[in-house]
């Protein structure tokens, strides 16, 4: 029998041999574990953290240009509200002195078509009244000239002729 297994009992024992249940295998894997196995996962584990240390680093170096990028952007856009409200200020404003001076010049010009119109009212009143005075002087003198050709003779004729001609010429 074996003298390395103890205890054995229907199936179940304890093997000391040290070759047989390769405890110093075992034994070697383990010592070169803990000798070898810290450096190695040690260094990766050290440059995973150093990897996610530098990654937040660049992240709050994002945001802090983020947030430096939105307060220069809310600044710009504050300065182009108040630029708008200037420019839709002075747009009204100029509006508004375009509707006064478009007023002015419609009431300037109004003023000027009533002005023409009564003179040319004026200068057409002229006008008939000249013609009227014509026509009736020519009314007068061809009735003169009826009523007086059998009173006058041929001389003092001729001389009233040229006188009411004058006369007409003057008018």
Not at 4 to 25: M, Q, R
Not at 97 to 121: F, P, Y
Request: aromatic share 4%; proline share 1%.
């Amino acid at each position: 029998m074996n003298d390395s297994l103890i205890f054995a009992t229907e199936g179940f024992a304890l093997n000391l041999n040290l070759f047989e249940t390769n405890v110093i295998n075992l034994a070697v894997v383990a010592f070169g574990l803990y000798k070898f196995l810290p450096n190695f996962l040690g260094g990766m584990l050290e440059r995973r953290r150093s990897a996610i240390l530098q990654d937040l680093k660049d992240a709050e170096d994002r945001l802090a240009k983020a947030s430096e990028s939105l307060k220069q952007a809310k600044l710009d856009l504050s300065s182009a509200e108040q630029k708008a409200g200037k420019i839709r200020t002075d747009c009204q404003a100029r509006a508004e002195a375009i509707r006064l001076e478009s007023e002015k010049r419609t009431v300037e010009e109004m003023a000027r078509i009533k002005q023409g119109a009564a003179s040319d009212l004026n200068v057409e009143a002229a006008r008939v009244s000249g013609q009227l005075r014509r026509e009736a002087a020519k009314l007068a003198i061809e009735k003169a000239l009826s009523t007086l050709s059998g009173k006058l003779d041929d001389k003092a004729q001729d001389k009233f002729l040229k006188q009411s001609i004058k006369n007409i010429g003057d008018i």
